[in-house]
T-cell receptor
Framework: NAGVMQNPRHLVRRRGQEARLRCSPMKGHSHVYWYRQLPEEGLKFMVYLQKENIIDESGMPKERFSAEFPKEGPSILRIQQVVRGDSAAYFC?????????????FGPGTRLTVL | GDSVTQMEGPVTLSEEAFLTINCTYTATGYPSLFWYVQYPGEGLQLLLKATKADDKGSNKGFEATYRKETTSFHLEKGSVQVSDSAVYFCALGTSGGSNYKLTFGKGTLLTVNP
């Protein structure tokens, strides 16, 4: 009965490197959200994915950020050429269904530090 | 756009004290309202919710009432425990297109001392 799993829990990168954050949703959940929490801020929506589809990416920065949720395997949030301003906690949440409200279950987050 | 403003922390209370964490919102349409709690090192957990005006959400001794006239959803508990120490997030949820989106406040850190 595992919950949402994220790895790594902590990630340190130097400026210009790539960061790959993984999220395994709860069993039976086919919808995944990614949120970013900057220091002293609330969680901000980034992207919403269903298996093999991006449903809403209106919260994603236009450059360097991408997300996928393949048919098999975890969802991946990829940040290319990281900068110090990318340092934040990145949370993944999963839910069962689509448009109507279903509770989102959150993972423990990945804390990214860019040196 | 949608936004949530909640009481800034940190809030420090003694055990058995009364807790209020204020939350107000701005939204188009008729959002649902939520309180999430985040214990150290863990992800956010849904604490309670209310889906329409005058609804009261409650769980584990916590309560919040959806007040449309004041656009508020204040969290209250009559007698806090040390185990309630956590960060509390107020959030609103709205449907838009094919997405149901949550908008969060900044969070309020609560510390309860024995």
């Amino acid at each position: 009965n595992a919950g949402v799993m994220q790895n790594p829990r902590h990630l340190v990168r130097r400026r210009g490197q790539e960061a790959r954050l993984r999220c395994s949703p709860m069993k039976g959940h086919s919808h995944v959200y990614w949120y970013r929490q900057l220091p002293e801020e609330g969680l901000k929506f980034m992207v919403y994915l269903q298996k093999e589809n991006i449903i809403d990416e209106s919260g994603m920065p236009k450059e360097r950020f991408s997300a996928e949720f393949p048919k098999e395997g975890p969802s991946i949030l990829r940040i290319q050429q990281v900068v110090r301003g990318d340092s934040a906690a990145y949370f993944c949440a999963s839910k069962q269904g689509g448009q109507n409200y279903n509770e989102q279950f959150f993972g423990p987050g990945t804390r990214l530090t860019v040196l | 756009g949608d936004s949530v403003t909640q009481m800034e922390g940190p809030v420090t209370l003694s055990e058995e004290a009364f807790l209020t964490i204020n939350c107000t919102y701005t939204a188009t349409g008729y959002p649902s309202l939520f309180w999430y709690v985040q214990y150290p090192g863990e992800g956010l957990q849904l604490l309670l919710k209310a889906t329409k005006a005058d609804d009261k959400g409650s769980n584990k001794g916590f309560e919040a009432t959806y007040r449309k006239e004041t656009t508020s959803f204040h969290l209250e508990k009559g007698s806090v425990q040390v185990s309630d120490s956590a960060v509390y997030f107020c959030a609103l949820g709205t449907s838009g297109g094919s997405n149901y989106k949550l908008t969060f406040g900044k969070g309020t850190l609560l510390t309860v001392n024995p």
